[in-house]
C-alpha cells in the first residue's frame, strides 16, 4: 500500500529560523498529501494538503509542494515561532475502489521545538 | 472547540477493569474512527465506520470492542486490558472515507 517517511526528530530551532521537515512517499499514482500538526496535549488538526501533482498547499505560514519527480511533500517555513513547537505529521491516502475503502496513512511524526 | 469531543481525557484502570472510550461529532460526518498513538511507534488505525457500519478492523485485539450506535457517537469498549495497551487514543471523523480527518483531544489510557 501507500506508504510516507518522515525525517526523525526532534527538530531543534532558535525563533525565526527557517524550518524544513523532509517527507517521502511511496505510491500508485497521485493520492492527496497533507501535513497534520499536534500540540502538546492536544488530537492532530489539519495544517495543509495537496490533491494533485505541482500544488503547494499553505497555511499559517507553512507551505509543500506536491513534487512527483522526487515523491517529496516537505514542509517548510521561513521564520517559525515558539507556538510552532508542535509534532508534525505527514500523511496521505491508500486505498480507493479496488480495495473498497480508503484511509489516512501518517508518517512518525517529527517533533518540532522551537527556543526564544 | 474541535468539533469532536473525546470523554474521558484521561482514565486509569486496572487490567481486570472494564471502562469505555467515549466519542461525539458534531460536524455532520459520515465515518469515524479510532487511532492509537504510542510513543515512538506511528499512529496504528484501530477502527473505522461509515454509515455506523464497520468497514475496517485492523487486527485489533477482541479486548478492544467498538460501537457506533448512531453516525454521531462512537465507543470503545475495554476489558482485561494490558499495561502495553496505555496509550493516547484518538478519536476522529471525516466527511466521507478517505477525507480530511478532525480529531478529538483524545484519552490518555494508562493500564495498571
Known amino acids: 500500500g501507500n506508504s510516507v517517511t518522515q525525517m526523525e526528530g526532534p527538530v531543534t530551532l532558535s525563533e525565526e529560523a527557517f524550518l524544513t521537515i523532509n517527507c517521502t512517499y511511496t505510491a500508485t499514482g497521485y493520492p492527496s498529501l497533507f501535513w497534520y500538526v499536534q500540540y502538546p496535549g492536544e488530537g492532530l488538526q489539519l495544517l495543509l494538503k495537496?490533491?494533485?501533482?505541482?500544488d503547494k498547499g499553505s497555511n499559517k505560514g507553512f507551505e509543500a509542494t506536491y513534487r512527483k519527480e522526487t515523491t517529496s511533500f516537505h514542509l517548510e517555513k521561513g521564520s517559525v515561532q515558539v507556538s510552532d513547537s508542535a509534532v508534525y505529521f505527514c500523511a496521505l491516502i491508500d486505498g480507493g475502489p479496488d480495495t473498497g475503502f480508503q484511509k489516512l496513512v501518517f508518517g512518525t511524526g517529527t517533533r518540532l521545538l522551537v527556543s526564544p | 472547540e474541535t468539533g469532536v469531543t473525546q470523554t474521558p481525557r484521561h482514565l486509569v484502570m486496572g487490567m481486570t477493569n472494564k471502562k469505555s472510550l467515549k466519542c461525539e461529532q458534531h460536524l455532520g460526518h459520515n465515518a469515524m474512527y479510532w487511532y492509537k498513538q504510542s510513543a515512538k511507534k506511528p499512529l496504528e488505525l484501530m477502527f473505522v465506520?461509515?454509515?455506523?457500519?464497520?468497514?475496517e478492523n485492523n487486527s485489533v485485539p477482541s479486548r478492544f470492542s467498538p460501537e457506533c450506535p448512531n453516525s454521531s457517537h462512537l465507543f470503545l469498549h475495554l476489558h482485561t486490558l494490558q499495561p502495553e495497551d496505555s496509550a493516547l487514543y484518538l478519536c476522529a471523523s471525516s466527511q466521507n472515507q478517505g477525507q480530511t480527518l478532525h480529531f478529538g483531544n483524545g484519552t490518555r489510557l494508562t493500564v495498571t
Open positions: 465506520y461509515s454509515l455506523e457500519e464497520r468497514v
Open positions: 495537496a490533491t494533485k501533482a505541482d
